[in-house]
């Protein structure tokens, strides 16, 4: 960083010494404060970029006029509301998890969560013993 100050030669030694100490410092806060809210902004963007890629190409099942993701990966074959996925958070979070019967639909609650990093998602199907399993929503083919 440059920094060009007019500092007037009638100053003492001490005195103008302070004054540029004082203006690097706050050049370097500055530039500081900037570098944070560029990363805080890369990562809310790519958390976007992340959450468009989890369910893009996914294939949606129209039962009883709702829209359900199929979950892949559970010993069951659970159903997942695509409403209920819209604003997921990095927590875990109460869902519910919809099985396909001759009756109709019949759901419980479960935990749901999210890693940031990857699609995975994990799911538990009991919300009193948590044991969560990695599963995958089923993709367009």
Do not use: H
Not at 102 to 109: A, I
Not at 113 to 118: A, E, N, R
């Amino acid at each position: 960083m440059v920094a060009t100050l007019n500092i007037s030669p009638s100053f003492e030694y001490g005195t103008r010494k302070n004054i540029y100490k004082t203006a690097l410092t706050a050049l370097y806060d500055k530039k500081k404060i900037w570098n944070q809210l560029n990363e805080e902004r890369r990562l809310r963007q790519q958390n976007k970029e992340m959450e468009k890629n989890r369910f893009a190409n996914k294939k949606i099942y129209t039962i009883d006029n709702k829209k359900y993701y199929k979950v892949i990966g559970m010993s069951n074959s659970y159903y997942l509301q695509v409403n209920s996925l819209n604003y997921l958070r990095a927590s875990q979070v109460n869902i519910q998890l919809c099985q396909y019967t001759f009756n109709g639909m019949k759901s419980k609650k479960g935990l749901l969560k999210i890693d940031k990093v990857t699609n995975k998602i994990f799911i538990s199907e009991d919300t009193v013993r948590v044991y969560f399993k990695s599963c995958a929503l089923e993709a367009i083919s």
